[in-house]
């Protein structure tokens, strides 16, 4: 009887180690999608044109949402930037309200002139696809980044959703540091609709690794990408100012007080300068 338990016992181990390599097989060979019947916020994807110090970006989005996120308003421009009038980095927190857990997180650069773009990284989701944590630990999401203004990226999850945000100003090391940083986010944006497309993956290649990634470009090793808060994501802001990378002396607690924007954005409205007038953080 022994014998032919462990037979069995054999059997099912034989069985289930060759379902797994059958998986990661199946997994390998899954190609990234760059042709889709995209959710509407992510058919038409943003580009980059380099000319010098200047860039073109093509599909900033600038949807408006209302009365709730369901009723999209589609709106995309093309607009130039000048590389070298890069003057502050921002970085956006968007903990979700019913998950204390996990966060959107996003960048966005402000120019001398006055003008502001955001980039943020995503899963992009077919119609008939939903945002799910363990799917994306799968291949199941290309990763994308989104050129987007702030009036759809900000005021949406402010003002339509009322989840937290947060705005950070980022410290940099040095001046042309958010130049180089946004060079690199343009060309992965890029690369990952045209020669290098990438899985979306939720530890390794979410919305705040990504960004890591980018980070530890300049300075290598900075931040450890095993760091447990590049899948909580919520905390990412207290990652962040433990590294140095919010250019501030208060603690996490004080920050998020500071730079919390969701009462000043319910005020401020869509307005044309909505970027500058929910910066004007509490003293």
Known sequence: ???????????????????????????????????????????????AEFNGDFVTVKNVRNFRYKPTEADMHPAYYDKTYNLNQVKKVWYV??????????????????????????????????????YSALKGLLRTYPLVYIAVDERDAVLLRANIRKDKVYIYPVKLTKPENGKI??????????????????????????????????????????????????????????????????????????????YSINKISEQTGDVPNYSAEIRKFKL
């Not at 903990?95 to 650069?109: G, I």
Request: charged share 20%.
């Open 1 to 47: 009887m022994k014998y032919f338990k462990k037979k069995i016992i054999k059997k099912i181990f034989r069985g289930v180690g060759l379902l797994l390599i059958v998986f990661v097989i199946w997994q390998g060979l899954k190609q990234v999608p760059t042709q889709g019947d995209w959710q509407e916020q992510l058919a038409v994807i943003s580009t």
């Open 93 to 130: 927190t968007e903990p979700f309200n019913e998950n204390q857990l996990a966060a959107h997180t996003f960048v966005s650069f402000e120019f001398n002139n006055g003008d502001f773009l955001a980039i943020s990284i995503e899963a992009r989701k077919t119609k008939d696809q939903t």
């Open 181 to 258: 940083i946004l060079i690199d986010m343009l060309t992965t944006m890029n690369e990952l609709t045209s020669t290098k497309p990438v899985w979306y993956n939720t530890i390794f290649a979410n919305c705040t690794s990504s960004i890591v990634k980018h980070i530890n470009k300049i300075t290598p090793g900075r931040i450890s990408i095993f760091s447990w808060q590049l899948l909580l994501t919520a905390s990412a802001d207290e990652l962040a100012l433990k590294h140095g990378l919010l250019d501030t002396h208060l603690s996490i607690e004080q920050a998020r007080e500071k």
